[in-house]
């Protein structure tokens, strides 16, 4: 990559003995090396400029500085280190004032930190987001911030990598004043004016003590978010964070930054950081589609949600805090009513919360609109059905969008399974219509499927996309199959799961297993929140077409058969005594598998967690791999993006592929190879599996192909 000169990014003008250093590095003014540097050679040059009494530092266009610049990772450090200009910055003579407007993120808040004084626009948004990438702030962040705000506010922003407002920095005592304009130059010149006035003198943000003053109310902070930090599923650099706080409080400044300094280097030879720098770029390439690329979206304001159910009114909330305007529709009154009942339940409870007012509620609620009739989606933009996962059913709901929706509107069905070119077959206007597959909770779950039918038009797919945007949703385009990339996924690793229970595992054991790799919930866990009889339909659909020499369990069935759906039954793989969310493993259940076994003539045998782990996570990169190869996913990217967003797949691992890449791919195929022996035609291994490790390839050279 082509250096890019400092002195084309950061530019330095004195006037009145102010000088205004200004940093240009578009679009969000990332700290490039060239931005460094930059930064270096202003604040040397106005350290030896008598005529200068005081720097202001703010950046041009729409923010500060947004963070480290993602097209420098990966390649070899360059001089200065962050930690060098912050040091700079600090130990300058001259007063130095920070003036922040949008972003100032990570490395951009820990040059902040370095000034002496801080402002910030209204507007503002201050966080270290560092633990979202597997790090933690590197720069000096994890030493000035409980200098200046204390431990138990440093260790919310660090661990949560949540952003502040300005407001909250002002109060906290990140910032030292409220910009009352949004022309930033002007407001920081003018700050450092009136610091000059009142003989403010240099303040350096290391020499603070007074938030640390109170030694046993911020070691309870600190003692209180390890415990905290311990109880997430391994991941490693949040109690590094703890760590670096702790060295705040008890060592002097330089020794802390020398700490700080040591545990980033951990983070950064962690295989975490890996997955977490791989998860947050794939989760900004999923956005890039060829027809995004190739097409505009349609514009829209007025969507149409078809169904008042769990998933439709989800849905219907999405839309209405994207600020959209809904209408709902059902088959009569009744269903209506309580369609408008799940929406209204969910502002309810954030007014309960003191998240919401009554006000606000009514406010949003002004553009929630119902009807039982179709005609009411006359002038709609979008339509998202959202019905009962029939083929018949979904027909006729689109035979009558068909029929009422203008020229121009787009048809989305939510379907998580069926085949969305049929659908669109049976419409007059099939290049209208999208698969938009959301994931329930659809107003909290963060996938969004763009399921691309065969003769749909680019501009159909570029709304889908803007769409998710909107919604703040991570989209990820799929192409047409049964359960598109996620769900087809997911009934291989859970047929997988299924064969270890018949072989000898118990349901218990298998979700333990997931929940030590680092998954909120195992399958059967899953199994039971969603509810059994979502599978179990499924499984009939797909039982005339199931391959007669493939094996199955039936022992989810048997559970079915006897109304055994999970939470909403109080009963399922687990036993949810009084309306209970967590549930308590059932004998029952574990008399039923061993029926069953007995049926087929297994005679079970124990697994290690590591036995049941590789199996389990063989079968989701060996589909993973079909379907890059088939084209349902564009790139191995777009699974791990789909597994992590939409199945709760860790994160800090990067997602199945990324994963597999770590472990390496001879090491999974050898694997599947060795399963085979067992089973030749589940555990057939992928083509595209294979042919990566004859040519000594991974899953992300595909990515960046």
């Not at 202001?56 to 266009?61: D, P």
């Not at 209506?336 to 309960?352: F, M």
């Not at 349901?507 to 979502?534: C, K, N, T």
């Not at 349902?632 to 939409?646: E, F, K, N, Q």
Request: net charge neutral; proline share 5%; hydrophobic share 45%.
């Amino acid at each position: 990559m082509e250096a890019t000169p400092a002195a084309n990014v950061v530019t330095t003008t004195v006037s009145d003995h102010i000088a205004l250093v200004t940093i240009s590095n578009p679009p969000v003014n990332a700290l490039s090396t060239a931005v460094r540097r930059g930064l270096q050679r202003a604040i040397e040059e106005t350290s030896a400029d008598p005529a200068v009494h005081a720097v202001v530092i703010c950046g041009a266009g729409s923010n500060f500085i947004a963070g480290a610049d993602i097209r420098e990772f990966g390649l070899p450090p360059q001089a200065p280190s962050l930690p060098e200009v912050g040091a700079l910055i600090e130990a300058c003579p001259k007063l130095v004032i920070a003036a922040i407007h949008g972003a100032a993120l990570g490395g951009g808040l820990e040059v902040a930190l370095s000034a002496h004084y801080r402002l910030a626009t209204d507007t503002a948004r201050l966080g270290l987001p560092e633990v979202a990438l597997g790090l933690l702030p590197g720069a000096g962040g994890t030493q000035r911030t409980p200098r200046l705000i204390g431990a138990q506010a440093a260790l919310d922003l660090m661990l949560t990598g949540r952003h502040a407002s300005a407001r909250e920095a002002l109060r906290l005592g990140l910032i030292d004043h409220l910009a009352t304009s949004d022309d930033i130059a002007a407001e920081g010149i003018a700050y450092a004016r009136s610091l000059l006035s009142d003989g403010s003198p240099v303040r350096r943000s290391s020499a603070q003590t007074d938030a640390l003053a109170d030694r046993a109310a911020q070691q309870a902070a600190i003692d209180a978010a390890r415990a905290d930090v311990q109880k997430k599923r391994g991941l490693f650099s949040p109690g590094k964070i703890v760590d670096c706080v702790q060295a705040a409080l008890d060592l002097p400044f330089e020794q802390g930054l020398a700490t700080e300094r040591e545990l980033f280097t951990q983070c950064l030879e962690s295989p975490q950081r890996a997955g977490l720098i791989h998860a947050f770029l794939a989760e900004r390439e999923v956005a890039k589609a060829p027809e995004t690329r190739a097409a505009r979206p349609r514009p829209f304001q007025h969507v149409g949600v078809i169904g008042g159910g769990t998933m439709g009114a989800g849905i219907a909330v999405a839309l209405l805090d994207a600020g959209l305007t809904v209408t709902m529709i059902e088959r009569d009154e009744a269903a209506l009513t309580l369609g408008r009942s799940r929406v209204a339940k969910v502002y309810d409870g954030l007014i309960q919360k003191a998240r919401m007012t009554e006000d606000g509620k009514a406010a949003v609620l002004s553009r929630f609109h119902g009807s039982t009739t179709y005609d009411a989606l006359a002038h709609a933009d979008i339509v998202i059905e959202a019905v009962f996962e029939d083929m018949a059913v979904k027909k006729a709901v689109f035979a009558e969008l068909d029929r009422v929706c203008r020229a121009g509107a787009v048809l989305a069905t939510n379907t998580s399974y069926l085949d969305v070119n049929e659908i669109a077959a049976s419409v007059s206007r099939p290049g209208d219509v999208v698969g938009l597959h959301f994931f329930s909770p659809a107003n909290i779950m963060k996938l969004l499927e763009i399921v691309v039918p065969a003769q749909v038009s680019a501009d159909v797919v570029a709304t889908g996309f803007e769409l998710a945007r909107r919604l703040k949703k991570v989209p990820v385009r799929a192409g047409v199959c049964d359960g598109f990339i996620g769900n087809r996924i997911l009934a291989v690793y859970r047929q997988a799961a299924d064969f270890m229970m018949e072989d000898g595992a118990s349901p218990y054991e298998i979700d333990q297993m997931a929940r030590a790799f680092g998954y909120p919930m195992g399958p059967y866990e899953v199994s039971d929140l969603a509810g059994g009889d979502i599978g179990w339909a499924t499984r009939k659909r797909r039982a005339a077409t199931r391959d007669p020499r493939a094996r199955y369990v039936p022992i989810a069935d048997r559970l079915c058969e006897r109304g055994w759906f999970g939470q909403k039954t109080g009963r399922g793989w687990y036993l949810y005594a009084n309306g209970a969310r967590t549930g308590q493993p059932d004998p029952e259940v574990e008399a039923i598998v061993a029926e069953e076994r007995a049926k087929a003539g297994v005679t079970p045998r124990r697994f290690t967690q590591d036995e049941l782990q590789r199996r389990y996570l063989a079968a989701m990169v060996n589909e993973g791999a079909k379907v890059v190869a088939e084209g349902i996913a564009l790139r191995p990217l777009d699974v791990d993006v789909a597994m992590v967003h939409g199945y709760g797949f860790p994160r800090h691992r990067g997602g199945p592929m990324k994963w597999a890449d770590i472990v390496g791919l001879p090491t999974i195929l050898a694997d599947i190879r060795a399963f085979a022996q067992e089973d030749p035609l589940f555990w057939a291994p992928a083509p595209l599996l294979v042919q990566l490790v004859a040519s000594g390839q991974s899953f992300d050279s595909l990515n960046r192909a």
